[in-house]
């Protein structure tokens, strides 16, 4: 028992200080996450009630029902524009940064994501979101978070387990500062951001999940963001087959809203690109868009709680909760590959709302005898759409739950979220953001395994000549004769096929200036494999921790 006292001692002295410093910087992060989403959840509404002329955010289509229809035309075409110049001067590509870019850099940059485009991508969205657009807030938020989390890491010169902590806070708290959701937050940067759950993260991120829900309960109390008007009950277990069956319903349309996204994005890409249309541009033209079908349906503007609010409470009939769905998705599509900016997981919440009241009526109707509410197949269908998109299970079906305080129907959410998931991660790249950096080439769907192949360059680990075991000039000078060589910025993803094809012990590793090849050096198989176990053997150790 002595022994163990002093063994204890010994550790909290050692490690002690260590710890609870990072425990306050994670605290520090946490305050300053939940600040950032909090001022863009109120700039937003600020934009709003400017524009629209709403004072309450969340009755906004119904106040925009009300303005001439030139207005709601001109507004999006308005922020469209302001858009596309801001992305223009803060981002070297046009496109928006959003949660896809923060798992690419805690997975390939230490925890770090880029800091201009990131505040530049921030302000686009918020435009986006005040003047119409069809997208929701989470994205733009957690990257502005990871802005916040990758300027501390800089400063205090982190190395990768620890920037890619400080991320997983910074997101933490600003999920649970931008929905009020303590534990999904937190769930939310292991499982989708850090993707995994060492239990070395757990505490701070914990910590700085919570100073962001304290921050938004100090400005908004600590009610939810959906009220119903009563608990939902399951009828009894014979209703359960209905929910297999609705996830499975709700897997397809979480599929089909991200097919419809990418559909619209490869569809805008080659216009502009036949066209020769300015990138600052699209956004206008997206904006239009979106201004012309709200006329009609005014319920595709902005987040969209007050039809998901509807929806929950089953204030829509089935024809409307249909067509509904199909016009967000449209709406989602065109704002996103509009590259207007914004999130996925307010629109996939409210496609899934939707959705899961079309199929309650339906079941309902059929099976009045064995059913319970209709209202909880569209708190189901929230949480099984939103699972399918983000592939998130665990922390959507804890933020359901949060955003709606019903905890009493989590057998239902549950099996939806369960089968919609497992349908979705078979016909997408696993989720929506792992799907976005697929299409970019970066394979992180795959695992550590594949994409850590892309993280060394041949130039990083090339022999140059007079180094020890270098490779003969001669040799290599024939080699390349024959075709057998690679460039001095190729990764290993790239070079480890050509040795299996080639069967060398090395490649030599060229670059082109003036138009013609030079020789710099000669990687070898043997250090190309030693780098890439230790990259693989830090991985696991970091996850396992």
Not at 14 to 31: D, E, M, R, T
Not at 311 to 331: D, P, R
Not at 388 to 414: C, H, K, N, R, Y
Not at 535 to 544: D, F, I, K, R, V
């Amino acid at each position: 028992m002595i022994l163990s006292i002093k063994d204890g001692w010994a550790i909290l002295r050692a490690q002690g200080p260590s710890k609870v410093q990072f425990w306050f910087i994670a605290l520090l992060i946490g305050v300053a996450a939940g600040f950032a989403a909090l001022f863009f959840r109120k700039g937003i509404n600020a934009l709003q009630t400017a524009l629209y002329g709403s004072e309450d955010p969340t009755q906004l289509h119904s106040f925009a029902e009300t303005l001439p229809w030139y207005w709601i035309v001109l507004i999006p075409i308005a922020g469209g524009t302001v858009v596309g110049l801001i992305l223009n001067y803060f981002t070297p590509d046009g496109r928006v940064r959003s949660v896809a870019d923060v798992i690419e850099g805690a997975a390939m940059q230490n925890g770090r994501v880029e800091i201009k485009a990131g505040i530049g991508s921030a302000l686009a969205s918020m435009i986006t979101l005040g003047s119409g657009g069809s997208s929701g807030r989470e994205g733009p938020v957690v990257h502005m978070a990871g802005v916040i989390s990758s300027w501390v890491s800089n400063r205090i010169q982190a190395d990768g387990i620890t920037g890619r902590d400080l991320l997983g806070c910074a997101v933490a708290a600003a999920v649970s500062a931008s929905f009020n959701a303590p534990i999904a937050g937190a769930l939310f940067a292991l499982e989708v951001v850090l993707r995994h759950f060492a239990v070395h993260a757990f505490a701070p991120i914990v910590i700085a999940s919570v100073a962001g829900t304290v921050i938004n309960r100090l400005e908004f109390g600590g009610v939810t963001e959906f009220a119903l008007p009563y608990a939902s009950t399951l009828q009894f277990y014979q209703e359960l087959p209905a929910f297999l069956l609705l996830g499975l319903v709700c897997g397809v349309v979480g599929v089909l809203l991200m097919r419809a996204i990418f559909l619209a994005e490869d569809l805008g890409n080659f216009v502009q690109a036949r066209t020769g249309l300015p990138r600052w541009m699209r956004p206008a033209i997206a904006g239009a868009m979106l201004g012309a079908i709200a006329v009609g349906f005014p319920h595709i503007i902005g987040v969209g709680y007050e039809t998901t609010s509807a929806a929950l409470t089953g204030q829509l009939l089935w024809h409307e909760a249909f067509v509904f769905a199909v016009l967000k998705c449209v709406a989602v599509a065109i704002t996103i590959a509009g590259r207007m900016g914004g999130g996925v997981f307010s629109p996939s919440l409210m496609v899934g709302a939707l959705t899961g009241l079309a199929f309650g009526l339906i079941a309902t109707g059929i099976f009045p005898e064995v059913s319970g509410s209709h209202t909880l197949y569209a708190l189901a269908g929230m949480g099984a759409v939103s699972a399918a998109v983000l592939g998130a299970p665990i922390s959507t079906t804890l933020i359901v739950f949060e955003l709606t305080g019903d905890w009493q129907t989590g057998l239902a959410v549950m099996v939806s979220v369960s089968i919609s998931t497992a349908i979705s991660s078979r016909l997408v790249d696993r989720s929506f953001f792992l799907t976005q950096l697929e299409r970019r080439g970066v394979h992180l769907a795959a695992g550590p395994q594949a994409y850590l192949l892309a993280m060394f360059r041949a130039g990083m680990l090339m022999r140059k000549p007079g180094d020890p075991g270098a490779a003969t000039e001669e040799t290599c000078l024939e080699m390349i004769e024959d075709g057998i060589a690679v460039d001095f910025n190729a990764t290993l993803e790239e070079a480890m096929p050509l040795f299996e094809r080639a069967g060398v012990p090395f490649l030599p590793v060229t670059i082109v200036e003036n138009g013609e090849s030079r020789l710099l050096g000669a990687l070898f198989h043997v250090d190309a494999l030693k780098t890439y176990n230790k990259a693989l053997a830090a991985t696991a150790a970091e996850e396992h921790s």
